[in-house]
């Protein structure tokens, strides 16, 4: 048997995995229901003081870092989901999850050198 | 007043005469010290000789008598009839063929487990005049857990992977082989790669955990191929960063 | 006597559903989906604040709405579930020793909460400091 190549994508899924466990709960609760619930003002939320946020290269880097590896944390676990349900085309599933992920890289990367 | 007793639904299959395997059920008496074993042992000395299972050392170390009890990945004589319902389902070990009644084919794993290496690659040839080797309390801790494992095959029947795919190394053979890995006086982690580090190895792991939960001995295989995932994945990333360290 | 071993078939779909284990381990799974799900929306919002302020206030105006809270109230329960089982299963991967005992798993995953606080709190201050 030959040695797998799976390490790769297995340590992107671990520091994504990781990475999100940390993070997520409250990234969720600040972007999407602070507001509403009236913990924060909506002003939070604006176009000024989130670019404000992401001017600097660091967080640029920190915003990055974040959502990459839990995207493709979330792509390889889906990947194997479908296995779980029972979806053999694995390379049309590792198509799809990991190309969903690189779209979403690329599109990100691009979206925070413009802002 | 009547005796209390237990109903046994077991899964019988006969190749020469069925095509498929079939319920048959037996009324036992209950018996508070009993375990399942004993009731199918009532079963086969008293109701119905033709009977076929595995079993031998009636206490949780021979690892024989593993067999679906009501659903569940079971050590038969470590299943006791106060702790089951009046109705027990009794099938042979899932995700293996049934040779008979309730004996599986094992061979699948038998061929696993050597293919892990799973004795002590030694640096260099000893003999009995060069002594022990010398081990610390804290080296065997280490490894000690994963010695356990009686090969009771609970946690292949468990283990929702293998079902899906029989060409997974397994839990059992896994943890074998980590815990040769973590022994010190090893150094056949690379010699074993081939096969723990391969798709079918480690990887077709997903970490569901139940081979752990079933496990009689606490042996937690699915630590064992977790921290091995690890080790694999450092192990790969350096070969690429380092290509001229030898491990 | 023939040896004719019999080989029982299992649902490659429906398997899951016959263990509660397997039913939270589906459940573990599907955390990626969600999460997944989320992340992609957040980079689309990533995505027209890059745009200017005319597209990133109307993606703000699409994301609002009784979907999108129900989505957010259903995505934060299954990351919550994502960080619970992932803590829970740290101390069997990267188990720790003192001497020659292993540290208790409770330990580690109490550690992991700690930070996990830490860090909610950190961020939720970084963002939620005066515009």
């Known amino acids: 048997m030959t040695q797998s190549r799976k390490p790769i994508v297995w340590g992107l899924f671990a520091a994504g995995g990781t990475v999100a466990a940390f993070i997520l709960p409250v990234l969720i609760l600040i972007t999407c229901l602070a507001v509403p619930l009236g913990l924060f003002p909506a002003d939070v939320l604006s176009f000024e003081h989130v670019s404000g946020l992401l001017q600097g290269l660091l967080s640029k880097l920190v915003v990055f870092g974040v959502l990459f590896l839990t995207i493709w944390h979330a792509a390889h676990r889906m990947r194997i989901t479908a296995h779980d349900f029972g979806i053999r085309a694995d390379t049309l599933v590792m198509l799809i999850c990991y190309g969903i992920a690189a779209a979403a890289t690329l599109l990100m990367l691009i979206a925070l050198l413009r802002i | ?247 | 006597m023939s040896r004719r071993p019999y080989i029982r078939e299992v649902s490659k779909t429906g398997w899951w559903l016959k263990q509660p284990r397997y039913i939270r381990y589906m459940a573990r799974e599907l955390t990626s989906l969600f999460i997944g799900i989320y992340v992609l929306i957040l980079i689309a919002g990533l995505h027209r604040l890059s745009q200017g302020q005319a597209e990133y206030e109307m993606f703000l105006a699409s994301a609002k709405g009784p979907v999108g809270l129900v989505f957010a109230i259903v995505a934060l329960a299954f990351a919550i579930y994502h960080s619970y089982t992932w803590f829970e299963v740290t101390p069997k991967a990267m188990p720790l020793m003192l001497g020659k005992k292993h540290l208790p798993g409770a330990i580690i995953v109490a550690a992991h909460w700690l930070g996990f606080f830490v860090a909610s709190t950190l961020l939720w201050l970084i963002v939620g400091s005066p515009v």
């Open chain 2, 1 to 247: 007043m009547t005796e209390r007793t237990v109903e046994l639904e077991v899964l019988r299959y006969d190749p020469d005469k069925d095509d498929a395997p079939g319920f048959q059920t037996y009324t036992v008496p209950y018996r508070e010290d009993w375990v399942v074993l004993d009731a199918i042992n009532y079963v086969k000395d008293e109701l119905d000789r033709t009977l076929s299972y595995r079993w031998s050392c009636h206490m949780a170390v021979c690892g024989s008598c593993g067999m679906m009890i009501n659903g569940e990945p079971s050590l038969s004589c470590h299943t006791f009839l106060r702790d089951c319902p009046e109705k027990i389902r009794i099938e042979p070990l899932q995700n293996f063929p049934v040779e008979r009644d309730l004996v599986v084919v094992m061979d699948d794993f038998i061929d696993k487990l050597g293919s892990v290496k799973p004795y002590i690659v030694a640096k260099e040839e000893r003999s009995v005049d060069d002594g022990e080797y010398l081990q610390t309390p804290a080296q065997l801790a280490k490894f000690k857990q994963y010695t356990a494992c009686i090969n009771c095959l609970l946690c292949y029947s468990a283990c929702p992977q293998y079902a899906l795919n029989d060409d997974f190394v397994g839990p059992a053979a896994l943890a074998l082989a980590h815990r040769y890995n973590l022994d010190s006086r090893d150094v056949g982690r690379s010699a074993r790669e081939d096969v723990v580090a391969s798709n079918p190895g480690i990887w077709e792991c997903s970490f569901v955990g139940a081979c752990s939960e079933v496990c009689p001995k606490s042996v937690d295989p699915a630590a064992a191929i977790q921290q091995t995932k690890i080790a694999s994945a450092g192990d790969y990333f350096m070969k690429f960063l380092m290509p001229w360290k030898r491990k």
